[in-house]
């Protein structure tokens, strides 16, 4: 499951980064051209981060945060590279942390030793 969330999510996060961008620069070839280009390799990205997650389920949220987001951001650092658009990056990379971290806490599991709430029940009076 949440190498399938991190995929969806790298995809969905391609398709944002590609309207945003193309909003902020009102130009419409920003919105093809990125969703073209970056929704394959985000949703391969998102789908290894996925595993990642997964593989560092009960570690601290605050290594899990920095093991997802970095690689995440490197992805998009080397797609803005290989593009010749290095100066789109920053935008990019706004959306793509915010989604590496929305990643890391729906794959977070709780640590060893907390117990969860209890089921609450209703007595009839």
Do not use: Q
Not at 21 to 46: C, E, K, S
Not at 82 to 110: K, Q
Not at 115 to 123: G, I, Q, R
């Amino acid at each position: 499951m949440p190498v399938f969330l991190g995929a969806c999510l790298g995809a969905v996060n391609a398709f944002v980064v590609a309207l945003v961008i193309g909003l902020v620069h009102r130009d419409a070839v920003y919105i093809l051209f990125i969703t073209l280009y970056g929704v394959i390799p985000g949703f391969i990205t998102g789908g290894v981060l996925g595993g990642v997650a997964a593989l560092l389920g009960r570690s601290s949220r605050h290594l899990r945060s920095a093991l997802l987001a970095i690689p995440a951001v490197a992805a998009v650092i080397a797609l803005g590279v290989a593009f010749g658009m290095v100066e789109l990056v920053p935008e990019a990379v706004i959306p793509t942390v915010a989604v590496a971290l929305v990643l890391e806490h729906r794959t977070r599991r709780p640590a060893h030793g907390i117990a969860s709430l209890p089921v609450a029940k209703v007595s009839p009076t």
